[in-house]
């Protein structure tokens, strides 16, 4: 029997916790959407992978696709002028190399969904005609600004709306012998934004600074270069009791508030989680286990709840499949073990190392997934009241629905009563993740639990949450496939 009930229901002793949505109060006005890490692939999938990848990319609907490289990848050397030469100068063999960044942004381009891309380390260099290329070297300016030309000029990639010039620069694990050098990664920043306006590109963003940690970066950077940077943008990989014990939300909007003081044109400038994930219990380099249970999707809904309660447009997943990136030892067929980053929502290499069952969807592909089709881009955030016990997310979304995600990160039952005074009546569907109670289609995607006819969104709605889990409220049924 579900446990869910109109409100008023003498079947339920215990005082339910409000969670009340201020329909009136918005937080964040133009919500991004979910996104999700998608890179050109090690181990590409094989065709059928890949049309199941599409198809469960269909159903999460990102708003925004994070997607880096590295210059090598496309740049074959530079000429006399010291201008670089592009693989696409070399007609389809050359453009073969590129096959799987462009089936990506294909899909983006066909899906109306906002890009992401860059470079992941300038400092690593780049060997030109005068020699080794740092981060602060120019070279890389023309080397980014003729990829952009490339991409949105002759391949008509319209959906290419920022460009990340270098991952995560603060840290040493990105820079030869380990010497961070910001002096060198802020020059290459303003050669970058120079050239892209002197190339006719100035409607692509800089996205950063894209620290890992060190948010000191932020704020230096929102003193010393707001105009180079069109958004402002970090990683966080959180520990979970930044989750639990609501640190993401309270220092969050901190940064935000920070961003406003500091460059107030960041009011309009998009404020983003650049890569979201869990950092207690990775191991062996650079693998994620935990992606494989059931609690790793409630710390990452109460993560995105906390990070658009701050006031952030969007939180990027790390990642979409294991098979896109090399953790140690190498690339290898079939892969080992430890041959792979284990972050994904499933592994296409599954069957080829063995695990057959690794390909399939994993648990926290249910709340992210679900995320991203009720928050979809274009809804606008409001208010809605949060507490100890219980963490709630509210939206009204551009086809006048409304979505309340409510989490609870205790494993002790709850009830608590959902309304939107100012909301009328509304339809709505239910969904509920729980350890033992998540329904699921065939293929892994969430089904509704429950279906109410017009409901009294003043009255609301009464859910029973037996223990740690996530419950899912939304108006005029599910979003509708693109």
């Known amino acids: 029997m579900l446990a869910l009930m109109l409100t008023g229901s003498a079947l339920l002793a215990a005082e339910p916790i409000p969670v009340t949505v201020r329909l009136d109060s918005p937080v964040v006005e133009r919500f991004l959407g979910l996104g999700v890490q998608w890179d050109p692939y090690e181990y590409p999938p094989l065709p059928e992978a890949w049309k199941t990848t599409l198809n469960r990319v269909d159903f999460m609907k990102p708003g925004v696709l994070r997607v880096m490289l590295n210059a090598s990848a496309y740049v074959r050397g530079f000429d006399a002028s010291g201008d670089p030469r592009y693989v696409w100068s070399e007609g389809e063999t050359g453009i073969e190399r590129l096959s799987s960044l462009l089936g990506i942004l294909d899909y983006a381009q066909s899906h109306q969904i906002d890009v992401l891309i860059g470079e992941w380390s300038p400092a690593r260099g780049i060997n030109t005609r005068a020699g080794r290329a740092g981060a602060g070297d120019p070279h890389w300016a023309r080397i980014h600004a003729g990829f952009l030309k490339y991409l949105i000029g002759v391949r008509k990639y319209t959906v290419i709306r920022y460009f990340n010039y270098m991952n995560e620069p603060n840290g040493n694990w990105m820079w030869p012998g380990g010497n961070v050098d910001y002096n060198a990664w802020a020059q290459g920043i303003r050669n970058l934004r120079k050239e892209l306006d002197a190339q006719g590109l100035p409607a692509v963003k800089l996205a950063g600074p894209d620290n890992s940690g060190n948010w000191e970066w932020l704020e230096r950077c929102a003193t010393e270069m707001p105009r180079e940077f069109g958004a402002w943008e970090s990683h966080w990989y959180a520990k979970d009791s930044d989750v639990t014990e609501g640190r993401i939300e309270k220092f969050l909007k901190e940064k935000r508030e ?38 790793y999707g409630v710390l990452m809904a109460d993560y995105v709840a906390q990070a658009a309660r701050a006031g952030w447009a969007s939180a990027i997943a790390w990642d979409l499949d294991d098979a896109m990136h090399v953790n140690t030892g190498g690339r290898v067929t079939p892969p080992t073990e430890r041959t792979l980053k284990i972050w994904g929502f499933w592994n296409t290499q599954g069957a080829a190392m063995g695990h057959a069952e690794d390909e399939a969807v994993r648990p926290w592909f249910y709340t992210w997934s679900l995320m991203g089709r009720l928050f979809p881009k274009g809804s606008q955030i409001v208010a809605s009241d949060s507490r100890a016990e219980v963490r709630s997310l509210a939206a009204k979304r551009q086809d006048g629905g409304l979505s309340v995600m409510v989490v609870n990160e205790s494993d002790t039952p709850c009830t608590v009563e959902v309304k939107a005074p100012g909301g009328g009546r509304k339809a709505l569907e239910i969904y509920r993740y729980f350890d033992r109670e998540r329904p699921a289609t065939v293929e892994g995607f969430a089904s509704a639990s429950e279906k109410l006819p017009a409901i009294d969104m003043v009255k ?23």
Do not use: H, W
Request: net charge positive; no cysteine.
């Open 460 to 482: 609301g709605v009464r859910i029973e949450m037996p223990s740690r889990g996530v419950v899912f409220v939304t108006s005029t049924g599910s979003p509708r496939a693109r």
């Open 258 to 295: 920070m961003l406003l003081t500091s460059d107030p044109p960041a009011a309009s400038k998009p404020l983003f989680i650049g890569e979201a994930g869990m950092i207690e219990g990775k191991t062996n380099g650079d693998q994620q286990p935990r992606v494989k249970e059931f609690a």
